[in-house]
């Protein structure tokens, strides 16, 4: 995800089986504020249902930068 790489936050997105993207981020409010605004929208080619956003522990740890996983693991 682009748009979080360029707001420098940190964490991941992945894409689940169920065919939903998850992502869980980590920086600045008003940047995971900038980035929950472009999600709701999503990318030119994306339908976006819905957006669930969920607050996670702040001590949980999350790659820095922001990276896109490959291998399988939306949690």
Do not use: K, Y
Request: glycine share 6%.
């Amino acid at each position: 995800m682009a748009r979080a790489q360029e707001l420098r936050l940190r964490g991941w997105v992945a894409n689940a089986v169920d065919g939903s993207v998850r992502f869980a981020c980590a920086g600045p409010a008003e940047d995971v504020h900038a980035l929950l605004a472009w999600a709701r929208q999503g990318p030119v080619s994306a339908l976006v249902d819905a957006l669930d956003v969920e607050i996670l522990d702040a001590a949980v740890p999350l790659p820095d930068p922001f990276v896109v996983r490959r291998d399988g693991h939306a949690t």
